[in-house]
């Protein structure tokens, strides 16, 4: 059975940092690109990062790039989004998700972990 | 970036009823579409694929059609636990992959 487990949201100040993990098993972590997708309260879903499986591609939405980084360890079938510079529009519930490489859909998802950004 | 609309925002629906939900993208996709199903307090779960294929364990009752610019998902009987919110995605084009802002199948 496929998991992904999110963890390391929490409450942190604007301008502060933040580091997420996800925790894979249930399938060849190190053959698969994962993702980091955002939800807002009460609002859509939001591509955030992505990395190949072996981390050679790391693209980035925008709204994140040069303050988010995306690496993954294959040994430990982890990925991780730090996050620095946050600000308030950051508040969201982050999912990582794994796809096929290439063109393909995010075929299974964690359940979220929420980082909320406020003084 | 290819922006993706869904239509309607809401839809109220009885159970045994059909739902039909849209997605418009603002380029071609071709078929690299997907749908998902969001409950509250859960992450998505894909229901369909390259879209018109159903992802693993969906069941037939769900159904995905379309091509190009214009995407359809239809549930042919509502049961209870389909009441949820339903997001399309495409994924030619990425990154950035994008999602339509979702529609909320509600209990009539």
């Known amino acids: 059975e496929v998991q992904l487990l999110e963890s390391g949201g929490g409450l942190v100040q604007p301008g502060g940092s933040l580091r997420l993990s996800c925790a894979a098993s249930?399938?060849?972590?190190?053959?698969?690109?994962m993702s980091w997708v955002r939800q807002a309260p009460g609002k859509g879903l939001e591509w955030v990062s992505g990395?190949?499986?072996?981390?050679?591609?790391?693209p980035y939405a925008d709204s994140v790039k040069g303050r988010f980084t995306i690496s993954r360890d294959n040994s430990k079938n982890t990925v991780y989004l730090q996050m620095n510079s946050l600000r308030a529009e950051d508040t969201a519930i982050y999912y990582c998700a794994k796809k096929e490489s290439g063109a393909a859909p995010f075929d299974y998802w964690g359940q979220g972990t929420l980082v909320t950004v406020s003084s | 970036e290819i922006v993706m609309t869904q239509s309607p925002a809401t839809l109220s629906v009885s159970p045994g009823e059909r739902a039909t939900l849209s997605c418009r993208a603002s380029?071609?996709?071709?078929?690299?579409l997907a749908w998902y199903q969001q409950k509250p307090g859960q992450g998505p779960r894909l229901l369909i694929y390259?879209?018109?294929a159903r992802a693993t364990g969906i069941p037939a009752r769900f159904s995905g059609s379309g091509s190009g610019t214009e995407f359809t998902l239809t549930i042919s009987s509502l049961q209870s636990e389909d009441f949820a919110v339903y997001f399309c995605?495409?994924?030619?084009?990425?990154?950035?992959?994008?999602f339509g802002q979702g529609t909320k199948v509600e209990l009539k």
């Open positions: 390259g879209a018109s």
């Open positions: 249930g399938f060849t972590f190190s053959n698969s690109a």
């Open positions: 990395i190949s499986s072996g981390s050679s591609d790391t």
């Open positions: 380029h071609s996709v071709n078929s690299n």
């Open positions: 995605q495409q994924y030619k084009n990425w990154p950035p992959s994008t």
